[in-house]
């Protein structure tokens, strides 16, 4: 399943670039250039990552981002500025944004690993959540569907960790290869088409 992402930035270079930084695929980028657009947009769809330019013409990224905490607040987020200022770094921090970056960006591969590491956060959060949700229900749930959900984190961490790879993950594993196809397709990771 490909990570969203959720960009807001009003400047058209800056669009561009993140669009041609994510154009492998990976993750579906949505952008918008306001905050009245990324409010709708935050509504409409759960965001893996969400970068947020801090100066917005109707208004503050930083602001915009609390709402977005008070609705879901495990939110992964950048903020991307070109008016660093110390204080707000700060307050970013304790708004916890996941890093706090400035413009223009002078090296990409940097940007590249910061994108990737709160994606990775925010895989974590939600594996946590879910296993949580599993051994802490006050409904007990089914074994079956426990299982499943417990298997979909492992076998999802481990195609991480081999690159999706599925000859690596069999070899991490220690599970035959042909016999991690199954595993995998359980999972609804692989599919036989």
Same mark, same amino acid.
């Given at each position: ?75 992964? !987020?950048?903020?991307?500025? +070109?008016? #660093? ?8 921090? @304790?708004? $916890? =944004? %996941? ?69 690596? !993950?069999?070899?991490?594993? +220690?599970? #035959? ?8 397709? @359980?999972? $609804? =990771? %692989?599919?036989?088409?």
């Amino acid at each position: 399943m490909r990570s969203k992402i959720l960009l807001v930035d009003d400047d058209p270079f800056t669009r561009r670039l993140f669009e041609n930084l994510l154009r492998d695929g990976s993750v579906e980028l949505v952008t918008t250039t306001n905050v009245a657009d990324a409010r709708d947009a935050f509504n409409a769809c759960d965001f893996n990552l969400v970068i947020l330019d801090q100066r917005l013409p109707d208004g503050d990224g930083l602001e915009l981002f609390a709402q977005m905490r008070e609705l879901r607040p495990r939110q992964t !987020a950048l903020m991307i500025t +070109g008016y #660093a200022e110390a204080r707000d770094a700060m307050r970013a921090v @304790r708004e $916890g =944004l %996941f890093d706090y970056l400035t413009k223009p960006f002078e090296n990409l591969e940097e940007l590249e690993v910061v994108i990737t590491k709160a994606l990775e956060m925010d895989r974590a959060y939600r594996e946590i959540a879910d296993l949580r949700e599993i051994f802490t229900s006050t409904q007990p749930i089914p074994y079956r569907e426990a299982h499943l959900r417990f298997e979909r984190t492992y076998f999802s961490n481990l195609l991480l960790h081999a690159d999706g790879n599925v000859s690596e !993950a069999s070899r991490l594993s +220690g599970i #035959a290869r042909q016999n991690i196809y199954g595993h995998l397709e @359980r999972a $609804g =990771l %692989f599919s036989k088409r």
